[in-house]
């Protein structure tokens, strides 16, 4: 049984001109010590639907508006706020884009690794304090135990994303749930981060759902792929399959617009390529036709008139275009 199963889930969003299926018919399933990957442009509805998952999504404007999410057996839409506090943290974790907003700047990072493990483990002060400072050395920061009196600010970039990663294994959850985990650190720390979330899922069996868009990323953590486009799956599959015979056109476009920095330009193509055009408004969202068409190169009549379904290139790889099998 999947630990992670989401069916035709819904998600809208209220917006001036109305309300927009940010996602829309999701479906996809996550194995036990599995390690998926969320791929596509800003605006697709990556975060949104990790915010879907965990239970997360601004009341004010947002729902779940159909569909399943069921962990380890359990249906958690509709769920209580108080049963979903005790999975956040706990069963369900996730790193959030940027720590510096995510971590409290007036308490120390020791106070603040502490505090979950208080409310989840039920321990004293001072084994929540020692335990803190165990998972600071897990996370490979120097001097660990005197890092605990550290506030954020005085910390570098990589080691506060480091602390949001302890903090968010501090339980041993069974998903970690990690939303462009190395944005805006350089190219050397985000290695670091990428191995370190490697080894940890090696040596704790924690299932990972990556969020990126880069592909360099996915290709070095993630078993499979879900290629989104416009709140909808493009494109599933393992990312051997997927990076070596992309069969969605949008899917093919992500790929060709990384650029080949050990093979000369000039041996592969004339220059960098692009997804010419812009993802669709929300406005347009749940639209009955390919949301992609106005972009595609191989758009028909077809794709402006009707939602294309999934095609299947094996028992795990599926592209939902109306031009999938000639690609």
Request: hydrophobic share 40%.
């Amino acid at each position: 049984m999947s630990l992670l199963r989401v069916r035709n889930l819904r998600i809208e969003l209220r917006t001036r001109v109305g309300v927009a299926p940010v996602i829309d018919d999701l479906s996809f399933d996550l194995a036990e010590g599995e390690a998926i990957s969320l791929v596509g442009e800003s605006g697709c509805g990556k975060s949104m639907t990790a915010l879907g998952v965990m239970g997360l999504l601004p009341q004010q404007i947002g729902s779940i508006a159909s569909g399943s999410v069921q962990f380890d057996g359990e249906e958690l839409v509709g769920a209580s706020e108080r049963r979903m506090r005790e999975i956040r943290g706990n069963e369900i974790s996730m790193i959030f884009q940027e720590p510096m907003t995510s971590l409290n700047p007036v308490y120390t990072v020791g106070e603040q690794i502490a505090e979950v493990l208080r409310a989840h483990q039920n321990l004293s002060r001072t084994a929540a304090w020692n335990a803190a400072g165990d998972l600071l050395d897990a996370v490979r920061i120097p001097n660990p135990r005197s890092r605990l009196a550290d506030y954020p600010f005085q910390m570098s970039g990589g080691q506060r994303q480091r602390v949001m990663i302890a903090i968010a294994l501090a339980c041993k959850p069974k998903i970690l749930i990690a939303d462009e985990p190395t944005t805006a650190l350089d190219v050397t720390v985000q290695a670091q981060i990428f191995d370190l979330l490697r080894d940890l899922r090696r040596e704790t069996g924690t299932s990972i759902i990556l969020i990126t868009h880069d592909m360099g990323a996915v290709a070095e953590m993630a078993d499979r792929m879900i290629v989104m486009y416009a709140g909808r799956t493009a494109e599933i599959g393992p990312v051997d399959a997927l990076i070596s015979h992309p069969r969605h056109p949008y899917t093919r476009g992500l790929i060709s617009c990384v650029p080949h920095i050990q093979v000369p330009l000039t041996e592969t193509r004339d220059e960098l390529t692009e997804v010419a055009g812009v993802v669709p408004s929300l406005s347009e969202f749940g639209a009955d036709a390919c949301l992609f068409a106005s972009r595609c190169v191989h758009r028909t009549s077809e794709c402006d008139s009707s939602r294309p379904g999934p095609v299947a290139f094996g028992p795990d790889h599926t592209a939902d275009c109306w031009h999938a099998e000639a690609l």
